[in-house]
């Protein structure tokens, strides 16, 4: 077994018009262990920019703080919100530094920039970036989550389109996936507001 699929978990990210949709399975396992339902995936960066990171459950928290350390000094140091496509590079660079013995996550980051333009990427566990102007997927049932996409996704959905075809997407691939699932959690991100729900998914 690969040492990414070893807790198991899954991030998908899609763009609409206007907004953008994040949302991450709660499971927490170790191989086929389920070790807890209630596990965070998902974090924000800004109001406007969160990333997800599926992996290895240690480096997600290991990342998730070091992440918080850097934008918190870039806030001090430029006096600004750092951009959603900014933060894809200090991920991407972060997790370069250490490529000879790098963190076992794969980052997916979506927001909306000071235009309100969607942003949205996904990378590999050396940091080289995936931009995407429809969808990206991440971890362990990202080859479900490409076909589900690819049925679903359509170009300039508004925010409750969006939900539903990223919710679906999400719920129909882990569900054909043993160390994923156990409920999931959807953030759309609006210009006006980011709306974050809790979906019930089959607990077997």
């Keep these: 077994m690969s040492i990414m699929e070893y807790n198991g978990g899954g991030v998908v990210a899609m763009v609409g018009k206007d907004c953008v949709a994040i949302a991450a399975d709660k499971r927490l396992g ?3 262990m389920t070790v807890s339902t209630e596990f965070q995936k ?36 430029e006096e600004r919100e750092i951009q959603p496509k ?6 991407s ?16 980051v979506a ?17 080289c970036i995936n931009f995407a102007k429809d969808f990206v997927v991440s971890g362990v049932p990202s080859a479900n989550l490409y076909g589900m996409c690819e049925s679903l996704w359509e170009p300039d959905m508004g925010p409750e389109e969006l939900f539903e075809a990223c919710s679906q997407a999400l719920l129909n691939a882990v569900d054909r996936d043993a160390l994923s699932g156990w409920g999931a959690v959807v953030h759309i991100i609006t210009p006006e507001k980011v709306i974050t729900r809790t979906l019930k998914t089959r607990m077997d």
């Design 42 to 77: 998902i974090f924000p960066v800004t109001q406007k920019t969160y990333v997800g990171l599926p992996g290895l459950a240690s480096d997600v928290l290991t990342l998730q703080e070091r992440f918080r350390f850097k934008v918190n000094m870039y806030k001090l140091r």
């Design 86 to 91: 900014t933060f894809a590079h200090m991920v």
């Design 30 to 32: 170790v191989q086929a």
């Design 93 to 108: 660079s972060t997790l370069y530094e250490k490529r000879f013995g790098p963190y076992f996550v794969e980052p997916v």
């Design 111 to 127: 927001g909306l920039d000071k235009e309100n333009k969607p942003f949205i990427c996904s990378m590999d566990l050396i940091g």
